[in-house]
Each structure stands twice: as structure tokens, then as C-alpha cells.
T-cell receptor, first 112, second 113 residues
Framework: GQQVMQIPQYQHVQEGEDFTTYCNSSTTLSNIQWYKQRPGGHPVFLIQLVKSGEVKKQKRLTFQFGEAKKNSSLHITATQTTDVGTYFCAPLSSGSARQLTFGSGTQLTVLP | KAGVTQTPRYLIKTRGQQVTLSCSPISGHRSVSWYQQTPGQGLQFLFEYFSETQRNKGNFPGRFSGRQFSNSRSEMNVSTLELGDSALYLC????????????FGPGTRLTVL
């Protein structure tokens, strides 16, 4: 699978502040998925990015795929306590071997 | 539609034993993947089955094996358990070879003593 570096590992924010997590690869990615895992829960699919420079929004969440398709980011505007969890990026390998390789994740804590 | 189900949810075993975990995908989904999640190694891909055939395998020893039945249900087996096998084992299904979104089950928490 394709390795990615995800930063930061941990992030504490005050409720209402913004939050961003970054995912970087040394190689070009065919696509990248983002998942959220709540404490004690399982990963839940958020979005898939495929095109160079793609930007997708889901309410307060904005996802970007870099022009070179080597990095991606997730930005949350005005965090809420419901945003608490670990956010993972996961490139999906192309071709017949469809393997998701998860980044190490960013654990977000939102302080009320 | 019912989600992905995994049984059992919790399991305690001792070193040297073997264990079988079960996963029922979302109805109609033919692809099932297995992942191991630990605090130290994170989420790691074990293998994927599609139409009863293993399509892809991660970097795990041969003690980890799996299979898929004609109804798409899948089982994962770990033989000769080691302490380091303690983890949350997650199963995920997707609709087909052209569908990328993975739907995860709640996982089986395995503790090896």
C-alpha cells in the first residue's frame, strides 16, 4: 500500500476554533479517502477525493486534494464537541489490488 | 439496510490458542476486508475477499488467514495466538469492485493473555 504521513498526531482545540489535519505522501496518489472514528467506535467514511486540486465541502468540513496529488487536508470550521474523534486519511491503491492504507490519524479533542 | 455485523464483540484467549472471528457484510455487498487496529501500529490491512476469493493480502504472518462464503459472510482465523495479537479486529464491506467506500463493523476486541 501507499504510505502517508499524517500530522498532527494530536490536536486540542477550544470549541468554536478551527482545526486542520494534513496528509502527505512522497508518491502520487490515485485517490484518497477520509474516515472519522469516534472514541470507542469504528471508522466511518467521510469522503473520497480523486481529482487534482479537488475541493469538497460537507457543512463545516472542507477536504482538499493537492495539485500534485501528493497531499490532502481536512479543515473543520468552528469545531463542536461532536467533532471529537480521530480523523484518518487513507489512500486507495489503484488497479486490481484495492487496498486502503490508513495514516496514523489525528486525534481531535474539543474543549467546551 | 442492516450494517456490518461482527461476532463476537469481545474475546479473551490465552497464548497458543486459536480464534475465529466472523463478519456479516451489508446485504448485497460482495467485498469484505479485515483490519487490525492497535495503539502502536494503528489501522493495518489484513486481507480482502471478493466473491469467495482472496484478492489482496497485507503484511501479516501466515497465522492470520481468512475465508469468504458464498453468502459473502467472512471469517478470520488466527492460530497460535501471541500477546501482540491483542487488538481490535475490524471488518469492512463495500458494494463491489467498483465501489470504494468501505462500511466498517463495530469490531471484535481480542485480548490475548
Amino acid at each position: 500500500g501507499q504510505q502517508v504521513m499524517q500530522i498532527p498526531q494530536y490536536q486540542h482545540v477550544q470549541e468554536g476554533e478551527d482545526f486542520t489535519t494534513y496528509c502527505n505522501s512522497s508518491t502520487t496518489l490515485s485517490n484518497i479517502q477520509w474516515y472519522k472514528q469516534r472514541p470507542g467506535g469504528h471508522p466511518v467514511f467521510l469522503i473520497q477525493l480523486v481529482k487534482s486540486g479537488e475541493v469538497k465541502k460537507q457543512k463545516r468540513l472542507t477536504f482538499q486534494f493537492g495539485e500534485a496529488k501528493k497531499n490532502s487536508s481536512l479543515h473543520i470550521t468552528a469545531t463542536q464537541t461532536t467533532d471529537v474523534g480521530t480523523y484518518f486519511c487513507a489512500p486507495l491503491s489503484s488497479g486490481s489490488a484495492r487496498q486502503l492504507t490508513f495514516g496514523s490519524g489525528t486525534q481531535l479533542t474539543v474543549l467546551p | 439496510k442492516a450494517g456490518v455485523t461482527q461476532t463476537p464483540r469481545y474475546l479473551i484467549k490465552t497464548r497458543g490458542q486459536q480464534v475465529t472471528l466472523s463478519c456479516s457484510p451489508i446485504s448485497g455487498h460482495r467485498s469484505v476486508s479485515w483490519y487490525q487496529q492497535t495503539p502502536g501500529q494503528g489501522l493495518q490491512f489484513l486481507f480482502e475477499y471478493f466473491s469467495e476469493t482472496q484478492r489482496n493480502k497485507g503484511n501479516f504472518p501466515g497465522r492470520f488467514s481468512g475465508r469468504q462464503f458464498s453468502n459473502s459472510r467472512s471469517e478470520m482465523n488466527v492460530s497460535t495466538l501471541e500477546l501482540g495479537d491483542s487488538a481490535l479486529y475490524l471488518c469492512a464491506s463495500r458494494g463491489g469492485w467498483r465501489y470504494n467506500e468501505q462500511f466498517f463493523g463495530p469490531g471484535t476486541r481480542l485480548t490475548v493473555l
